[in-house]
């Protein structure tokens, strides 16, 4: 077939575009294809861009912002984080136009939908490789393509072992005027995370009901459900009340939650309480439900939570106004999102990364939960430096850096301090590394350098290295960079 087709082209380069297509896409048993990323002669590293990194104070903590191609910044992080990551959220582009040069770029084959799902595939693999065990993954994506993206997670993620759900997140309250009557105003959040290791989080459970007026020494209780579903015989029993002697039974068709033996034991340990005096319609004893015996303190994640107008896009596009920056793409995320997707963990000392990172919200939500509760998260950034006439320089020398830096020191890069967040804000501290990707030659010096003179192992957490260290270290782990993800262990 692919012969075929090679005989007909028309000229040598339309015979060359074929045999190239023909063997860089894979099809493979899902329905959609498999694009592989170029692989080149140069080996991508971390470069430390001084000019935007800064360090306020050498105890805090330091987050990263990688500027270019996610691809290499994950094949990167995965040399030092492994295993290490806690959150990850993305919001990727979601048609050709929002992926701009990245499309036109790497993946012009005209279909819109293919472009992402091709684009995300190898990302995603190793983004799986850079989740913890107890690690959660969030995929913000609109209704159009989640479907879509939904089946390529359960490709990678494997719908056994992760849990998926979807979130349902209220984008916008106006009523819209689309011809076909309707008026779409949500996105979704896709979440995968392994149900056996985690429980998420959703509102703090509501304890009014509990009180401890019988000083009973397990603390405070509330009247439960004495009775089950399910059961046998022996749950299917008359309990006597000892002032009264009225009787009850279970409610029909259900059983005690307890047998006659455990009824006892809650006798004598002050759990069932007989009642004195009641009206003939209640029953005569009281179930305690301690709150000690609470499985979780939260109520399970409403997949209806975010439809809030807390959550909305426009809120997103006000905080990018009060740092005075503005970029190409119309809703950046609201902070509010991001920060309740990380709380959903329940924890405080973790590492979030996102690789769609676009104007650095999920830096900002990061640092504003540090503040609010004392916690040590970092976060990890990546965005490429897509540019459009509102960023002429890129969105991450125009937007991201700068919305950090502003947030962070409570100051622009040239020392001003005119926007409207800082006036009702104090700085939310922290230092940051900015990385930009880098490539050397993987044979050959160029201007007398090597990969293993470029290379800064230090960026990627050792300490400096002996020589003859520093060039197993290189070897062992950059030259993986040039690989196809397939080939990779
Ligand atoms: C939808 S926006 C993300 C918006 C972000 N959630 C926010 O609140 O600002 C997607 C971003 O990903 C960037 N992007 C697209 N493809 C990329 C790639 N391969 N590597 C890095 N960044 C990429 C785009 O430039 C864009 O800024």
Not at 17 to 38: N, P, Q, S, V
Not at 249 to 268: D, Q
Not at 346 to 353: A, E, S
Not at 437 to 460: C, H, R, W
Request: net charge negative.
């Amino acid at each position: 077939m692919l012969s075929k087709l090679i005989k007909n082209a028309e000229n040598k380069e339309e015979a060359i575009a074929i045999a190239e297509l023909g063997t860089t896409y894979k099809r493979t048993g899902f329905h959609f294809d498999k694009k592989l990323e170029k692989i080149g002669s140069t080996i991508k590293y971390f470069k430390k861009n001084n000019e935007l990194s800064f360090c306020q104070n050498e105890q805090s903590k330091t987050h990263k912002l990688i500027i270019g191609d996610n691809y290499y910044a994950l094949l990167n992080l995965s040399i030092s984080y492994k295993g290490k990551i806690d959150v990850i959220y993305i919001d990727p582009p979601y048609g050709k136009d929002d992926m701009g040069e990245f499309a036109d770029t790497n993946y012009n084959n005209a279909i819109t939908r293919d472009n992402l799902l091709s684009m995300l595939y190898p990302r995603l693999v190793l983004a799986k490789q850079l989740l913890s065990d107890e690690g959660v993954i969030f995929c913000s994506i609109d209704d159009k393509n989640q479907a879509y993206v939904k089946c390529l997670f359960d490709e990678v993620f494997g719908e056994n072992n992760f849990v998926f759900n979807t979130f349902f997140r209220k984008t916008k309250t106006s009523t819209g005027d689309d011809k076909s009557g309707l008026n779409i105003q949500h996105d979704h959040i896709l979440a995968y995370f392994n149900k056996n290791l985690v429980q998420l989080k959703g509102s703090e459970k509501d304890y009014k009901g509990y009180k401890n007026p019988d000083n009973d020494p397990n603390g405070d209780w509330t009247s439960g459900d004495p009775s089950a579903r399910s059961g046998s015989d022996s749950t299917f029993f008359e309990i006597i009340n000892p002032y009264t002697k009225r009787i009850d039974i279970p409610p029909k068709g259900r059983y005690w939650a307890f047998s006659k033996e455990t009824l006892k034991e809650y006798i004598e340990q002050g759990r069932i309480v007989f009642k004195k005096d009641y009206p003939t319609n209640e029953r005569g004893f009281i179930f305690k439900r301690y709150k000690s015996s609470l499985k979780s303190t939260f109520n399970p994640l409403d997949s209806l939570f975010f439809a809030n107008n807390v959550f909305l896009n426009e809120n997103g596009k006000d905080e990018l106004s009060f740092v005075n920056l503005d970029s190409n793409f119309d809703y950046p995320k609201p902070t509010s999102l991001i920060k309740q997707l990380i709380n959903t963990l329940n924890k405080q000392d973790i590492v979030i990364l996102d690789f769609f990172a676009g104007s650095g919200t999920t830096g900002q939500a990061v640092l504003e939960l540090n503040k609010e509760d004392g916690g040590n998260r970092t976060f990890i950034l990546c965005t490429n430096n897509e540019k459009t006439d509102v960023n002429p320089n890129g969105i991450a020398y125009d937007v991201t850096s700068k919305r950090l830096k502003r947030v962070m020191t409570g100051e622009c890069y040239d020392g001003t301090n005119d926007f409207k967040w800082i006036k009702k804000n104090p700085p939310l501290g922290d230092n940051l590394d900015v990385y930009e990707i880098a490539e050397v030659s993987n044979s050959e010096q160029s201007e007398g350098k090597s990969a293993f003179d470029v290379i800064d192992e230090e960026l990627y957490g050792e300490v400096k290295m002996t020589p003859k260290d520093k060039i197993k270290w290189v070897c062992e782990n950059f030259f993986a960079t040039q690989k196809y993800l397939e080939d990779r262990k």
